[in-house]
């Protein structure tokens, strides 16, 4: 089994990222932040100006770290890895596999329902856990549309049938995302749309 590292974000501005010994140290304002063994991270995406050593670029480069830079806004500038060996038999599969209508629904089919099957997951975990009787049951109605949703899922033969699936998936959840909120934050945050670049 391949093991999935933590990928670290940094995004105080003027932010230095400096290689110490075997460990990634964040420096801000000439004070250490933050310290973190380099074997537990498998990527660093910086957000803004932030500046890195050419000790821990090359050394990222050597593991096979990869670095992206997003600007403030977060939207991609640039990413730097170091040597990367493909599989030209895995390549062509993959392509072959990309041109196979049944396989792409198939393949859409599932990472549909591993998102519904999380999502749903989310929701009943929160109803377990409210204390108002009229959240647990907004939530477990919530649950039970996405699971309509999944069995649906199975006979959907369009690649669009399974976009709306997943809308209307996104829909319910969304839909109900403030009751899934302690009630000691809903004072100072409430969900009222999706965003995005830079998300609010």
């Known amino acids: 089994m391949k093991q999935l590292l933590n990928t670290l974000y940094v995004s105080t501005e003027g932010a230095w990222l400096r290689l110490e010994g075997e460990t990634l140290v964040v420096m ?18 910086c957000i803004g100006r932030i500046n890195l050593s050419s000790a821990l670029m090359a050394r990222c480069m050597k593991d096979g770290r990869s670095i992206v830079w997003l600007n403030e806004n977060g939207r991609f500038q640039a990413r730097v890895e170091g040597p990367v060996s493909g599989n030209i ?16 629904l198939t393949m859409a089919r599932s990472f549909v329902a591993g998102k519904l099957r999380n999502s749903r997951q989310v929701l009943l975990r929160s109803s377990r856990d409210s204390k108002s ?30 976009r709306g ?27 009222r749309t999706r965003n995005r670049r830079p998300p609010k």
Do not use: W
């Open 165 to 191: 699936l997943e809308g209307d998936a996104a829909r319910v959840y969304f839909g109900c995302f403030n009751d899934m909120l302690r009630p000691s934050l809903t004072d100072v945050f409430q969900f």
């Open 133 to 162: 009787d009229t959240e647990k049951d907004a939530l477990k109605n919530a649950a039970a549309s996405l699971a309509v949703n999944l069995r649906n899922l199975e006979h959907a033969g369009q690649l669009d049938s399974i």
């Open 89 to 104: 038999l895995l390549r062509q599969a993959q392509y072959r596999a990309a041109d196979d209508l049944e396989c792409v």
């Open 28 to 45: 801000i304002e000439k004070e250490k932040r933050l310290q973190a063994p380099l074997h537990h991270l498998g990527g660093i995406v």
